[in-house]
C-alpha cells in the first residue's frame, strides 16, 4: 500500500480509508502517521488541552499523540465507524472506547477527520 513517504498514488475507496485508519484501532499512532504527509493542516476543535490548529503532521503529533501516549497505556485507539469517500478526499468518524479507571469500556466518543 503506498504511503506519504512512497509518493505513490491510491484510488480512494471505502477499504483503502479504513485501512489507513486501521493502525490506530490497536493504538499504532505511527503506523496511521505513515500515510499522512508532512506538510497538513490539522484542527481540533472543542476547550480541552488538547483542542487547537498545528500546521504540519510533527506539530500535531506533539500537540496531541505525545500527550495521549502518556496517559492512554494502550496509545490513542480510534476506531472507524462512518467512512464518506468523494474523489480525492474522504471524511471519517471515528470513535474512542470511554473506559473507566478499571479499564472496563463505558462507551464512546465521536470525532470526524477530513
Not at 499512532?29 to 490539522?42: I, M, Q, R
Request: with cysteine.
Amino acid at each position: 500500500m503506498p504511503t506519504a513517504r512512497s509518493g505513490g498514488t491510491q484510488e480512494l475507496s471505502t477499504a483503502y480509508v479504513r485501512e489507513i485508519f486501521k493502525d490506530l484501532e490497536s493504538g499504532d499512532g505511527k503506523g496511521f502517521f505513515d500515510h499522512v504527509l508532512d506538510e497538513v493542516d490539522w484542527i481540533v476543535e472543542g476547550t480541552h488541552p488538547l483542542a487547537g490548529h498545528d500546521h504540519s503532521k510533527a506539530e500535531f503529533v506533539a500537540q496531541t499523540f505525545d500527550k495521549l501516549d502518556k496517559v492512554l497505556a494502550q496509545g490513542a485507539e480510534l476506531y472507524v465507524e462512518h467512512v464518506l469517500v468523494g474523489g480525492r478526499w474522504s471524511s471519517c468518524v471515528l470513535t474512542p472506547p470511554l473506559r473507566m479507571g478499571s479499564g472496563s469500556t463505558t462507551g464512546t466518543a465521536g470525532y470526524v477527520a477530513l
